[in-house]
T-cell receptor, first 111, second 116 residues
Framework: NAGVTQTPKFRVLKTGQSMTLLCAQDMNHEYMYWYRQDPGMGLRLIHYSVGEGTTAKGEVPDGYNVSRLKKQNFLLGLESAAPSQTSVYFC??????????FGSGTRLTVV | AQSVTQPDIHITVSEGASLELRCNYSYGATPYLFWYVQSPGQGLQLLLKYFSGDTLVQGIKGFEAEFKRSQSSFNLRKPSVHWSDAAEYFCAVGDERTGTASKLTFGTGTRLQVTL
């Protein structure tokens, strides 16, 4: 019972590089989310998806793009990484009435 | 828009003592409310949730929370804390615009330290 799986777990990027974070869930959840966690700021919503083929902006979407081509996968892309994007990124999935199931996080450092 | 405030950044309690973590929310109707716990280097785990009905909800690991509409609060409690409860705790509220438990807004968290 995998739940929500995030890859990679750690990554160091140079400023200007690009990368994609992958989130996969096996619970048939409709909703998927990407949050970033920074000290003293809690979790802030980057983008979310209410179903396959749909995405929407959250609270802090600038500098990120997402895609949900398959129901079980939600990809977060950084086209040109900046030091301000150094953070821990969490993916989560849910039904409309349930609590979230979180992945274990990706720790990203941009130098 | 909805919001969540956790006024205590850091709390220290002795093992065996009782615990109360505060959470205040801003929401125009009856909210969906959640408490999550995060151990160091881990993702967040759901402790309990409130949707409607009984205002005292029971969760995992011996935690409970009480919804008080008049105070816009959803405080988390535990009668006797164990050293393994040391972690960061997050309160969250559902989406006011859609009235669902999706698109949660999180508080900034309370870090709990347990002394032996």
């Amino acid at each position: 019972n995998a739940g929500v799986t995030q890859t990679p777990k750690f990554r160091v990027l140079k400023t200007g590089q690009s990368m994609t974070l992958l989130c996969a869930q096996d619970m048939n959840h409709e909703y998927m989310y990407w949050y970033r966690q920074d000290p003293g700021m809690g979790l802030r919503l980057i983008h979310y998806s209410v179903g396959e083929g749909t995405t929407a902006k959250g609270e802090v979407p600038d500098g990120y793009n997402v895609s949900r081509l398959k129901k079980q996968n939600f990809l977060l892309g950084l086209e040109s990484a900046a030091p301000s994007q150094t953070s821990v990124y969490f993916c989560a999935s849910s039904y409309t009435t349930g609590g979230y199931t979180f992945g274990s996080g990706t720790r990203l450092t941009v130098v | 828009a909805q919001s969540v405030t956790q006024p205590d950044i850091h709390i220290t309690v002795s093992e065996g003592a009782s615990l109360e973590l505060r959470c205040n929310y801003s929401y125009g109707a009856t909210p969906y409310l959640f408490w999550y716990v995060q151990s160091p280097g881990q993702g967040l785990q759901l402790l309990l949730k409130y949707f409607s009905g009984d205002t005292l909800v029971q969760g995992i690991k011996g935690f409970e929370a009480e919804f008080k509409r008049s105070q816009s609060s959803f405080n988390l409690r535990k009668p006797s804390v164990h050293w393994s409860d040391a972690a960061e705790y997050f309160c969250a509220v559902g989406d006011e615009r859609t009235g669902t438990a999706s698109k949660l807004t999180f508080g900034t968290g309370t870090r709990l330290q347990v002394t032996l």
